[in-house]
């Protein structure tokens, strides 16, 4: 499976930006799909999944209320929504593929498959 995200950039706090990535190579409703994001000089950490079927989503508590995961699996593609932005969420942002996690969801060891990421920056 090949992940491609698109979409970051630059926003100021409290403002909005929506974080997408294409899949390929695979069949992507296969797959729970999840985002995490790395910011820097510090441990990668989960932001959000979403299950293979889309019925099940879980968020880290510092995004929980203000980022929306979803799929669209006729265009191969999970977005993330994010609203009320702070300058903490600056990091870069990587989606990511995998097809059983169960509860292990938050552990980036138990993902198949990376995209390269994208910047998103907050400014104050």
């Known amino acids: 499976v090949q992940l491609v995200e698109s979409g970051g950039g630059l926003v100021q706090a409290g403002g909005s930006l929506r974080l997408s990535c294409a899949a390929s190579g695979s069949t992507f409703s296969n797959y729970a799909m999840a985002w995490f994001r790395q910011a820097l000089g510090k441990e990668r950490e989960f932001v959000a999944v979403i299950s293979w079927s889309g019925g099940n989503t879980r968020y880290a508590d510092s995004v929980k209320g203000r980022f929306t995961i979803s799929r669209d699996d006729a265009k191969n593609t999970v977005y993330l929504q994010m609203n009320s932005l702070k300058p903490e969420d600056t990091a870069i942002y990587h989606c990511?593929?995998?097809?059983?996690?169960?509860?292990?969801?938050?552990?980036?060891?138990?993902?198949?498959?990376w995209g390269q990421g994208t910047q998103v920056t907050v400014s104050s």
């Open positions: 990511a593929a995998a097809e059983i996690i169960g509860d292990y969801y938050s552990d980036s060891n138990v993902y198949d498959y």
